[in-house]
């Protein structure tokens, strides 16, 4: 890729969507999630963190099953209900449906995910799970800021761990996933979650 052009009418222009750091010299593209900076890719930054990088492994793209794998959506379904039966998240499901039934994808081999089969099923937590781990991980930090008071990082780390769980929360009461006016508060979480 060329160097970028000055006289080029997109140099100064913003970019359309995704995170953009401003300590880049040059304007770039974006495209999906990587940005093309004068010849160069660089991957966008994270959430909180100026850092950047990229996940060491990636999926294979598929539009079907493989020919191997187990496709029979009665069986895949019910060992799902099992788990989900006892206890166990969505993502360790499909992680033992990868390791021991030969199912490397839930979506391919059935059409649906493993949170739409449960949905359908109507086994449906109250509160999805990614909100309640990012609680489960804040009330930890809680706990320990309170033996260790002048832990500054850890404070820090609660801050940014409860901004994530607002955003969450924010994000699934508008798609209506959570009651109107449902809002996080610290002191009654361990209470909500006990239940």
């Known amino acids: 890729m060329a160097d970028v052009n000055p006289t080029c009418p997109f140099y100064t222009a913003l970019p359309a969507q995704g995170l953009w750091d401003y300590r880049e010299p040059e304007i770039g593209l ?7 900076l ?5 991957t966008m930054a994270r959430i909180h963190a100026r850092t ?3 996940s060491a492994s990636i999926r294979p793209f598929r539009k079907e099953a493989p020919e191997w794998s187990n496709t029979d959506t009665a069986a895949i379904e019910k060992v799902i209900l099992d788990l989900k039966k006892e206890g166990v998240p969505s993502a360790k499901i499909g992680l033992i449906l990868r390791d021991k039934y030969g199912v490397p994808s839930v979506k391919l081999a059935t059409g649906k995910r493993i949170d739409e089969i449960l949905r359908e099923k109507g086994i449906v937590a109250e509160i999805p799970e990614d909100l309640i781990n990012l609680i489960i991980k804040a009330l930890r930090l809680r ?3 309170a ?18 769980v607002r955003r969450l929360v924010k994000y ?11 809002t996080y508060k610290p002191e009654t979480a361990e209470i909500l979650l006990s239940r």
């Open 30 to 36: 974006f495209f999906g999630f990587t940005c093309f």
């Open 38 to 42: 004068g010849g160069e890719i660089a």
């Open 52 to 54: 950047r990088g990229i």
């Open 143 to 145: 706990r320990h800021l």
């Open 147 to 164: 033996e260790n008071t002048k832990d500054v990082h850890n404070k820090r780390q609660l801050n940014l761990t409860e901004s994530k």
């Open 172 to 182: 699934y009461v508008k798609s209506g996933r959570l009651a109107k006016g449902w």
